[in-house]
Structures are given as C-alpha cells and as structure tokens.
C-alpha cells in the first residue's frame, strides 16, 4: 500500500507561483513513475506532469509546458511540481499518482494505481 499525501496548494494572483509537493509511503519510491493530474470543477480529470524513476525523463501537457516543472527527491520519498505564470486556467484539484508497476511514462490516469486525496489551487484574475 502506498499513500500520498500533497500539499502546497492555495490562492495565488495570476502570473504567480506555487510550489506542490506530494511525500510518499512506500520502500520503493524510487522505483515508482510519478504523475500530476488536475480536475476543474465539471471537468474530467486531465493530466499535467510526468516523471520517470529517475527524474531524467519528463512529460508534460502543451497547456502548462514552459511554465510548469516537475522534478523528485528519492532521498525525501518527495515529488514536487513547481507551477509558474499561473493563469486563472490553472484553477482545480491537483493531484499526485504512482505508478507502482509498468516503469512507463503514462500520461493518462488508468495506469496509475495509486492517488493522493488532492489540494486546490485557485488562480484569481
């Protein structure tokens, strides 16, 4: 079983910045491929940031690419997702996932089993 747990979301002014953080259970973290997706309200959930096990892969959408940046700790069992230039667009629940299993870099949700409980990130205008 592993858990996630995020943090760092909260209200910014748009052109902002905010810096999430998901700590994770689990022995093997390092071998895990960590994900970020985000879900706004009446929106299915949609994908923002990948990475592989050892951070020398990353993916990204073309809505946040060149503004936003996801990068781990293997050390810290942490996965950070550095978000600037924030746009009222960026309003939603962000989510953390792992992927415990393929080593893939996936950029949709199915292949991940497990998620974090989410935190909010509102942009204002």
């Known amino acids: 079983q592993v858990q996630l747990v995020e943090s760092g979301g909260g209200l910014v002014q748009a052109g902002g910045s905010l810096r999430l953080s998901c700590a994770a259970s689990?022995?093997?973290?390092?071998?895990?491929?960590m994900g970020w997706f985000r879900q706004a309200p009446g929106k299915e959930r949609e994908f923002a940031a990948v990475?592989?096990?050892?951070?020398?892969?990353?993916y990204y959408a073309h809505s946040v690419k060149g503004r936003f940046t996801i990068s781990r700790d293997n050390a810290k069992n942490t996965v950070y997702l550095q978000m600037n230039s924030l746009k009222p667009e960026d309003t939603a629940v962000y989510y953390c996932?792992?992927?415990?299993?393929?080593?893939?870099?996936?950029?949709?949700?199915?292949?991940?089993?497990?998620w974090g409980q989410g935190t909010q990130v509102t942009v204002s205008s």
């Open positions: 996932a792992a992927d415990v299993h393929s080593g893939v870099v996936f950029t949709t949700p199915r292949p991940y089993d497990y």
């Open positions: 689990g022995r093997t973290f390092s071998s895990y491929v």
């Open positions: 990475i592989n096990w050892s951070g020398t892969s990353t």
